[in-house]
């Protein structure tokens, strides 16, 4: 069986961590990793391109409007 693998907001450290999980799919297997810039760059980019830059989305407790607007590369500005 191929492993599953978790993206999960860290309320405690303040990040999106990344990691294989066990087989009840209830934890992560040996450590996790921060990939929280990539995360976000890549789900901006996913709605720039599919959503028009907007997108709803709820898990049935929670929704929210994502909205994303692509901005000018300033050399003298570096985001982290």
């Not at 990539?38 to 994502?66: C, H, T």
Request: with cysteine; proline share 2%.
């Amino acid at each position: 069986m191929a492993d599953k693998f978790a993206v999960q907001y860290g309320m405690l450290h303040g990040c999106i961590f990344v990691g294989r999980l066990n087989k009840a799919q209830t934890m992560f297997l040996d450590g996790k990793e921060d990939h929280t810039n990539p995360a976000v760059f890549a789900a901006a980019e996913y709605i720039a391109a599919k959503w028009d830059g907007q997108m709803d989305l709820s898990n049935g407790r929670r929704k929210f409007r994502i909205t994303v607007e692509e901005l000018d590369v300033d050399d003298g500005e570096a985001n982290p």
